[in-house]
């Protein structure tokens, strides 16, 4: 099985590197054959890789220990959903999986303009076949996931316990679709430049679906990762500027810029150096995530550590920046716009406002999670920036950005008249001032950039509303239609006007609640026993009692010990909710010093935390508890097994430790133990997660195909009539 | 004024606006930082007091004390002995074990060095592989 997977990916790079060769031939000598056996290497790629991820998954979900990165990422015990996932949890194995989505991905684009684009689509073929040649070389020469033990062992180290969330199984499939998917807008970004064919909107237009899809994965695959640390891990928060959560947010950044520029230049032939720039800077800051988590070049809590790959890596992204850079040069007269701005009060300009923001963040971004290495080059030591650095330059970039979002879609193309200014943002500016000052009254003065969020976030929503309200009164007035209808007839006729207001109202939602759960969140770390109460903003959180419990696995094993709370929250008097903080102890695989009692305590820690969501508020709680009375208990346990040694039946055996498990949990219980607890109370955190499905909707809509063009031709007469509805005649 | 003028005007405008942001930029990242070190350099250098130092290592076996508010332990550099002690209060992550990797900014005090509340974070062990010498060619 290991043999044909390495034999598949041995295959992967023959065929990456004879489709970079007949692309290329059939692309200099205009021969269509050689020409379409390139683009056929890309599926015959697609086929072996999924041959190959396919054994992977094979062998993790049968737990063949034979494998390396099944022993070592997997076990019997581990639950079914959670083996297919702990193929992508190692190296090699996530390495696959970026080649399988790439070739995937690359396959679909290729297949989609088979018949178009025949300059552009061969060189675009070969930059892709050169992304697959690198990433197979790693996994044939660097990192393979079908290395063999010599001797397989009984039993795998299991996925680790941190990652057994249900967000984990679709966050790194999502990021990786994200930065494989930038990478076919690069591709054929270097192939219009190559072949000087960058008048043309025409890849453009075939590669913007693409980015956009990169964009709403990599936003996903970013969100799923705040949800996980949030619920998952015991700190409270959702980011915490970590340089691989950074590498993950710039080609997001820069993505989301990309996406708005292209219509410049679709609408007004605009922005074209601009454009270009932004895609190849996005491709290759899509390499660049994946590089920072490999090479452990920034120190970083989710990096892969021990790896080779970092020279690479460098190699890769140095000769993407150079070609990039010398391809914008050499073909800069071709990229000169084809129209000027003519107003600083036009759609364009607002969007060209929103890409200095957004590129602005990104480089801001860039600068912090490199600063160690700049600060090293600059001064001779290695330093690092902390969140409040990093808070000080976006706040008031995100703060804009939020601005711009709503003024954007309104305002008219070319030039705003007064009369459209005042039809369009009268309404939005007055009721978000309006709210702007009830929100100071009631307090929210005390953080100034948080009011200025909020104000900025209902003006997005008040406008975009407005959009929606009068584009439905038009439709029902041209077509007589229901309320509902006219409201899904007009989205689906634009879909991708409609689902981009969508975006922005999620936008909007999302950074009101980050602002909010920022600047007005209460956190309090405290040591209680039971029966003690704390006080954390308005509500009284009680310990309760303790609890404490021995899990099995599904064969009967002793999976876990968990010693948890019952933690009553009350608000004057009134019970709100009854939360149930735990963590939990799974044995350690290390056997060597370690008694069968004690490795319970020796392995791996999670935590359960306990949280009341609500759309006003999340009341969150996390505890650790205090074993150190427990430890003379566990110590003399493992000195009465030790002394049983061979002396016991292993079924025997087995029973006597989950008995003295068992001792061991109710004895902490009565003991009325203390733990320390790190409650917070936080406002409006939901929103952040609505916020966050508005946007994947909005995405979806926008990414859904259109009607035919045929379909879509309206009259003349019917095309006036909404001109002159909306007052942009 | 010429168009020509216009835009060389522009574009002096535009970099050295560039320029003063940069500068901005260095500045008050200089200010804002603190210097990445290892136990080694901690001991080397001699610590200044009150200073930050952002400390990465990895935790010395049978080092961690619980507190009753954290934990107290030793960092020892990723490939030798020297280690220091850090006495940490706050949030202690799940992944925190003795032999992790761990990064956290300290100040020293004393003898010790005193960890920033919530400071102290431990590389996921799912990604930090320790080497891979078990492996045998398929």
Known sequence: MATVGRALLILALVVALY????????????RDEFIASGRRSVYAIAALVTGAFAILEYAFLTSDFTFATVASHSSTTTPTFYQAAAAWSSQEGSLLLWLWLLSLWSS???FGVRKQLRIVTPWATAVLLGFAAFFASLLVFKETPFALLAVAPAEGAGLNPLLRHPSMMIHPPMLYSGYTLFTIPFAFGVAALITRQVRAADWIRATRRFALAAWLFLGIGILLGARWSYSELGWGGYWAWDPVENASLLPWLTGTALVHSIMIQEKRGMLKIWNVSLVLATGTLAILG???VRSGILDSIHAFGASTLGVPFVILIAIMIGGSIALVVWRREALRSENRLDSLLSREA?????NLVLVAMAFVVFWGTFWPLIAEALTGTRRSLGPPWFDKYTVPLAIMLVLLSGIGPVIAWRKATAANARRNFLLPTVAALGIGVVLAAFGAASRPAALAMFVCGAFVVISVGQEFWRGVGVRRAMTGEGPLRALRSLVARNRRRYGGYLVHVGMALLFIGVAASTAFNSARDVRMTPGQTTR?????FTYAKATSRVSTTQAGELEKISFGAIVNVTRDGEKIVTLRP???YFPSRDLAGLGPVGRFFEGEATSEVGLKAGIRRDLWTAMTPDIRKLMPTIEEGDRVFAAAAGKLAPELEGQALGAALNGIVNRYVDSKPAATFRVIT??????????AITVFLGGLIALWPGPDAARRQVSASYKARVAEELGRA | MPPARKRKIRLVVALSAAVLLACALVYTSLLSSSESVTPSDLVAVKAAADTAYTLTGKVVDGSVRTTDGGVDFRVRDREGATSVPVSYSGAVPDPFREGREVIITVRKQGTTFVGERDSLVTKCPSK?????TQRASS
């Not at chain 1, 489709?19 to 205009?30: C, D, E, K, M, N």
């Not at chain 1, 607002?350 to 929103?354: K, R, T």
């Not at chain 1, 954390?536 to 009284?540: F, S, T």
């Not at chain 1, 936080?682 to 916020?691: A, D, N, Q, Y």
């Open chain 1, 536 to 540: 954390v903003g308005d509500y009284q």
């Open chain 1, 582 to 584: 735990e963590r939990s």
């Open chain 2, 128 to 132: 930090f592989t320790e080497d891979a």
């Open chain 1, 290 to 292: 994946t590089f920072l």
């Open chain 1, 108 to 110: 679909l684009v290729l």
């Open chain 1, 682 to 691: 936080s406002p409006l955190v939901t929103w952040i997660w609505l916020g």
């Open chain 1, 350 to 354: 607002i969007f060209l406002l929103n």
């Open chain 1, 19 to 30: 489709g970079i060769a007949a692309s290329l031939y059939g692309a200099v000598r205009r």
